[in-house]
């Protein structure tokens, strides 16, 4: 525990945890030339950008922020598939 002594020093310490996770992003690119990213396990985690970099720097910063929300379900990536449809 933290607190303050009478002559306004900090006592006790502070224990951080810091945890890392890995996230699936899909990344797909629009007719307009915006990359959009999103996170299939985190609902509604998703941005865009013109190029790459900014991209993921974006995506980073939605993922923790939905991380503040709501706790990521647990899907199991399989892999792409192209399908071909006659319309």
Request: hydrophobic fraction near 40%; include cysteine; aromatic fraction near 4%.
């Amino acid at each position: 525990m933290v607190g303050l002594t009478a002559d306004g020093h900090r006592t006790g310490r502070i224990e951080a945890r810091t945890m890392t996770l890995e996230f699936n992003v899909v990344i797909e690119k629009d007719e307009d030339g915006y990359y959009m990213a999103s996170v299939p396990a985190l609902r509604g985690c998703h941005t865009q950008a013109k190029s790459l970099d900014v991209l993921m720097r974006r995506i980073k910063e939605a993922i923790e922020l939905c991380l503040e929300v709501e706790q990521p379900v647990a899907n199991e990536f399989i892999g792409v598939q192209r399908v071909t449809v006659t319309a």
